[in-house]
T-cell receptor, first 112, second 112 residues
Framework: KAGVTQTPRYLIKTRGQQVTLSCSPI?????VSWYQQTPGQGLQFLFE???????NKGNFPGRFSGRQFSNSRSEMNVSTLELGDSALYLC???????????FGPGTRLTVT | GEDVEQSLFLSVREGDSSVINCTYT??????LYWYKQEPGAGLQLLTY?????DMKQDQRLTVLLNKKDKHLSLRIADTQTGDSAIYFC????????????FGTGTKLQVIP
C-alpha cells in the first residue's frame, strides 16, 4: 500500500497570503489528523477529520481550517499567514478501529 | 490539560543499550506511543502500548509503562548509528478521538 502523501513538500509564502496543503491518506483510512511542528512549540495537534466531519480541534486560531472529501483526502488552509506559521505541517491517517496513526513526510511552509 | 515531558538529548555508543524516558500527566491516557523522526522526514510509528499493559517487546525495542508514576520508557538494544534520530513519546486523550499529545522529543546521538 502507498503511504500517506502530502503535497506540496515545500512552500514559500508571504505574510498576509493564504495557503492550502493537501493530504492523501493510506487507502482505506478514513481518519486524517493534522499537526504543526515548530522548534519552539514542538508537535501540536491541529484537527482531526473522519468521514468528512471535524471530530476534534486543537488550540489554534480560526485562520487554520480544514476539510475532508468523500474519498478521505484532506486539505488544510491557513489564511492571512503570519511569520509564526512557518512550520512543518504533518498529516496522519488511520483506520476507524485502530489507534495506529501513520504520518506523511510533511509540508515545510516558510512564511517571509 | 495533558502534558508529556522528555529529556532533550541522549548520547550512547554503538552497540550499547539506549533508554529514552517520558513522563505524562493524563491519568486517563488510553494508548502511549513511541515515534521516530529522522532529519527532514515525517514521524515513523515504532511501537505503542495500551495503558493496561506494563511491558511490550518488539525485536530490539522494549517499552516499559509504570502507570502509577505515569512513566514510560523505550529501550533500544544494541543501538546502531541508524537509530540516530529524534524520538517522541505521545499519548492519546481519554476521548479516544485520536487527539494525540506529543512530548518534546529526545534527540538520540549514536557514537560509532
Amino acid at each position: 500500500k502507498a503511504g500517506v502523501t502530502q503535497t506540496p513538500r515545500y512552500l514559500i509564502k508571504t505574510r498576509g497570503q493564504q495557503v492550502t496543503l493537501s493530504c492523501s491518506p493510506i487507502s482505506g483510512h478514513r481518519s486524517v489528523s493534522w499537526y504543526q511542528q515548530t522548534p519552539g512549540q514542538g508537535l501540536q495537534f491541529l484537527f482531526e477529520y473522519f468521514s468528512e466531519t471535524q471530530r476534534n480541534k486543537g488550540n489554534f486560531p480560526g485562520r487554520f481550517s480544514g476539510r475532508q472529501f468523500s474519498n478521505s483526502r484532506s486539505e488544510m488552509n491557513v489564511s492571512t499567514l503570519e511569520l509564526g506559521d512557518s512550520a512543518l505541517y504533518l498529516c496522519a491517517s488511520r483506520t476507524s478501529d485502530s489507534y495506529e496513526q501513520y504520518f506523511g513526510p510533511g509540508t515545510r511552509l516558510t512564511v517571509t | 490539560g495533558e502534558d508529556v515531558e522528555q529529556s532533550l538529548f541522549l548520547s550512547v555508543r554503538e552497540g550499547d543499550s539506549s533508554v529514552i524516558n517520558c513522563t505524562y500527566t493524563d491519568s486517563s491516557s488510553t494508548y502511549l506511543y513511541w515515534y521516530k523522526q529522522e532529519p527532514g522526514a515525517g514521524l515513523q510509528l515504532l511501537t505503542y502500548i495500551f495503558s493496561n499493559m506494563d511491558m511490550k517487546q518488539d525485536q530490539r525495542l522494549t517499552v516499559l509503562l509504570n502507570k502509577k508514576d505515569k512513566h514510560l520508557s523505550l529501550r533500544i538494544a544494541d543501538t546502531q548509528t541508524g537509530d540516530s534520530a529524534i524520538y517522541f513519546c505521545a499519548e492519546t486523550d481519554s476521548g479516544g478521538y485520536q487527539k494525540v499529545t506529543f512530548g518534546t522529543g529526545t534527540k538520540l546521538q549514536v557514537i560509532p
